[in-house]
């Protein structure tokens, strides 16, 4: 493969492809490993009869995120940094330095003892790199890495929570019981309510402004700590907040495209609709989707 990202990015070669930097490429990486994403989750919701189309999906998929990697390997080898091979060799060290509980002789039995396992390499990595830059140990020691540091700040907010919380967690910071996460949730709900009262109410449909951007803060503040105890209810069971709101997404685009197609054959201006008239439609499109008739 690498000669065909050399070919592309040669003197004759294409055009767009030789304008790349490693800045520019960055979208299209994300971009190409959500469309890899939205192929896994439709190959896990697909039916046995449509599973080797959507396999065939992936597959594609995987090759335009592989594509991002050997453009990237092809940049820096144009400046003598490294190529893919040497991308390949780390790799492959890193996971057999990782997993002592294959490749050694350590001893892992559940999820929990890889994570310990390997969070306790990586804190070994840390330190060998450390010494090898001559950093100064006695600081280290004062102020010890977090176990949070390496999560990217580029992650999804939905993503991230859910990796730092999976992170506190491997340390032992967890609720004991899902009850106390419930009871989290509706004291996060009742502060939540209680910062948008002080911040007047504000709603952006009808123009009504909050009090200050300081109440306007503390309502945001305590929004996300709503959906942070919601990250986390999920994750306890065992569902990924990320994929449960693109699940409600694609159910929220089918009932609203059923609401205006009932609409459209009524000659109902959505616009200029009374909100009541509206809701009526949206509980037929709910109705029908569960199956349980309704006016069409």
Known sequence: MPWLSAR????????????????????????EAWELHDAIEALEAAPPERRGEALDALQGELGDVLLQVILHAQLAAEIGAFDLTDVQERLAKKIVRRHPHVFGDAEATT??????????????????????????????????????????????????????????????????????????????????????????????????????????AAAKE??????TVLVNLGRRSGIDAEAALRSANEKFRRRFGDVERRA?????????????????????????????????
């Not at 609709?273 to 069409?296: H, S, Y």
Request: with cysteine; charged share 35%.
């Open 111 to 216: 999820s929990r003892d890889v994570q310990r396992n390997w969070e306790s390499v990586k804190a070994e990595e840390r330190a060998s790199e450390k010494a090898a830059n001559g950093s100064d140990q006695s600081v280290d020691t004062a102020r010890p890495r977090s176990a949070l540091e390496g999560v990217s700040r580029s992650l999804p907010a939905l993503a991230a929570s859910r990796e730092l919380q999976d992170r506190a967690s491997a340390l032992g910071y967890d609720w004991p019981e899902m009850r106390g996460l419930l009871e989290k949730l509706d004291e996060e709900l009742g502060e939540l309510a209680e910062a948008l009262r002080d911040a007047g109410d504000p709603d952006v449909l009808t123009g009504r402004a909050a009090k200050s951007p300081a109440t306007l």
């Open 222 to 227: 305590e929004l996300g700590d709503v959906i």
């Open 8 to 31: 592309l990015r040669a003197p004759d070669g294409c055009p767009w492809d030789r304008e790349q930097t490693h800045g520019s490429l960055a979208k299209h990486l994300i971009e």
């Open 264 to 296: 459209a054959a009524r000659a109902i201006d959505l616009k200029s609709a009374d909100f009541a008239v509206l809701d009526g439609l949206w509980d037929e499109a709910k109705a029908a989707e569960r199956g349980e008739g309704g006016a069409t």
